[in-house]
């Protein structure tokens, strides 16, 4: 049998996919798990706010103290061995991640219970295009000491006030005795906080109890995971089982399922809704799918890197091309918001130093597995598609420059989801550059999930309106400018999904959106904000004038950090146990980075 490891469930051409192939042997404990569910359920629906919140607490504690078994699981998985710097990762998207939606979630829950909206200390804002945004990052002191000079914003849609903004905000937790049935996660493969995010996010935003199907890549983490969400599962609320595309199957089409959530492909979903061949097609054309079941989904895409022309200087360019090597390789280029096409000004007069920076940058961060099922399938296939692709680091990297009148559109439409990096000039400098990128990304770029943007301040500055106006135009659900979307995927504040505007039948990026600790409605996307340098450079005077100052150097989650683990380790430590002596050790090694 073939599986996409992205969901679990079967890739085209398998011949069990939309059948019900499992004996009744197979079926007897998913059956007996909905059947717990249909209890918990109840269970759920009994709880006020204020207890879902303690029990919030006691899952916070239960995961902290689970934490670095579930890093040290995870990164094995990923064949790191002991020691590599790179074992950081698996701290920041596995505990860390997860802890601080925990403490977010409660937090939105006791102001509810208080009687107080969710949303009421949020400063909201005007935005762009007659919307308002909810600055959701940081809220606290501590936010700007760990991660100075990053903001976070959630960007309404058009139409919507500050005041629906604060009246609205709580969602399902507003009715917390209005249960919303079973909801079914088809767990992520690829990061190990994705399955319980999208857990919490089915319990809080739509009081769905839970049957979470890990992915097969992750079956080694069941038992961290069944510990670490122990308060969960003692309650009825959450249960977790494993297997194959004909479970995964069985599973969507169970009548006692009242929503699907997958974190996967666009191909996935499609077999899922529609099934294979002529029929799919058939129905597809047709609006009839073959699941009847509400679904949701985060589907990847191919992530722009779009990087703004301006008078940088050396210091600047080799930590942009960092930046740009960590966006593909972090993970070993297994996500779905890792950056895939650099889309770079023509007519930059430091064009050729830059890309000399970055081809240097991207062949010297650490080796690595590409640990991920089908990845070095896909890397010939870029290889296949573009001869003149150089290999890079062992053979464990691709880095495609496309020249100028050649053909980017395998680049641009094919999710690689492996160590794949591309290059493709567009013309002009400014924010004829800017308008251009924009455009490009919206147009030839498939899926609307994460945008990046490197622009150094006082370019930023000069454009000031007409640069504002054109990330509005950026049909991403996700924009990260001089940061990376990752931090918009693990600050809880923030909205994760495709920009609004999917159907079913042409589902690009994904259909909703998941982590939304405030639990705002009628969300669009969500823009965040990095310092372009890192201190010291970030207290030079061309960033203090534009307002760009940090305190923050090297980030932990560089490929490039000689310290990320020890600095991942100690964030999650203190959003465990918030002790601050731990916390000035953990400071200490992040200066060293």
């Not at 150089?390 to 989801?417: K, N, Y």
């Not at 659900?477 to 931090?487: P, V, Y």
């Amino acid at each position: 049998m073939s599986t996409n490891p992205k969901s679990g469930v079967n890739e085209p051409g398998t011949n069990d996919l939309g059948t019900n192939s499992l004996t009744a042997e197979a079926r007897a404990p998913l059956d007996a798990a909905i059947a717990d569910l249909a209890v918990g359920e109840r269970t759920w629906g009994a709880l006020t706010v204020g207890q879902r919140a303690r029990l919030l607490e006691r899952l916070h504690a239960t995961v902290g103290s689970h934490a670095a078994e579930w890093a040290d699981a995870a990164a094995t998985s990923k064949q790191l061995p002991p020691g590599d710097p790179l074992r950081g990762e698996e701290w920041l998207s596995g505990p860390y991640g997860t802890l601080t939606a925990l403490t977010a979630y409660a937090k939105s829950l006791r102001a509810l219970d208080a009687g107080k909206s969710p949303a009421g200390d949020l400063t909201v804002t005007r935005a762009p295009g007659g919307r308002v945004r909810a600055e959701v990052f940081p809220t606290a002191a501590i936010d700007g000491v760990l991660l100075s000079g990053f903001t976070g914003e959630v960007w309404m849609r058009p139409g919507v006030t500050e005041t629906d903004v604060r009246a609205n905000a709580g969602l399902a937790q507003r009715m917390p005795a209005k249960t919303g049935g079973i909801g079914l996660v088809l767990g992520a493969g690829n990061v190990t906080s994705i399955p319980l995010l999208d857990t919490l996010y089915e319990l809080l935003a739509f009081n769905r109890v839970v049957l979470l199907k890990l992915n097969p890549t992750q079956n080694v983490l069941l038992p961290v995971y069944t510990r670490a969400f122990a308060p969960l599962i003692d309650l009825g609320l959450l249960r977790i089982v494993t297997g194959a595309g004909d479970v995964g199957t069985y599973l969507t089409g169970h009548t006692d399922i009242s929503h699907v959530h997958i974190t996967g492909s666009a191909v996935t979903h499609d077999m899922i809704v529609w099934g294979t061949g002529a029929d799919a097609e058939r129905r597809k054309r047709d609006h009839e799918p073959l699941l009847t079941t509400p679904i949701s989904s985060e589907l990847g895409g191919v992530s722009p890197i779009i990087v703004v022309p301006g008078r940088w200087s050396k210091a600047d360019l080799r930590y942009q091309a960092e930046h740009i090597a960590t966006m593909r390789l972090q993970n070993s280029g297994h996500n779905c918001i890792a950056g895939q096409v650099v889309l770079l000004s023509a007519g930059w007069a430091q064009k050729a130093e830059f890309l000399a920076a970055l081809r240097e940058a991207y062949a010297r961060a650490p080796e690595r597995p590409v640990w991920y099922p089908n990845a070095e399938q896909k890397m010939a296939a870029a290889a296949a598609a573009y001869p003149a692709a150089e290999s890079m680091a062992g053979g464990t990297r691709l880095f495609i420059d496309v020249a100028p009148g050649d053909d980017a559109s395998v680049l641009e439409q094919t999710e690689f989801f492996s160590p794949v990096l591309g290059v493709v000039e567009l013309a002009g400098t400014g924010q004829v550059f800017v308008d251009a990128a924009v455009d490009h990304a919206n147009t030839r770029l498939t899926g609307t999930l994460g945008a990046n943007v490197l622009i150094d301040p006082v370019t930023r500055r000069r454009l000031g309106e007409g640069f504002e106006a054109a990330i509005e135009r950026l049909h991403y659900g996700a924009i990260a400018i001089n940061a990376w979307t990752a931090f918009a995927f693990l600050t809880p504040g923030c909205t994760w999904g495709a920009f609004p505007g999917a159907t079913l039948e042409n589902v690009t990026s994904g259909i909703g959106v998941v982590h939304n600790a405030f639990l705002l409605e009628d969300v669009e996307r969500t823009v965040v904000r990095g310092p372009f340098r890192p201190f010291p450079r970030a207290v030079s005077p061309s960033s203090l004038i534009a307002g760009d100052f940090s305190v923050l150097p090297k980030p932990p989650w560089f490929v490039t950090s000689r310290t990320g683990t020890q600095v991942s380790e100690g964030f999650t430590e203190f959003q465990s146990t918030r002790n601050p002596l731990g916390l000035v050790a953990t400071l200490v090694a992040a200066f060293r980075a």
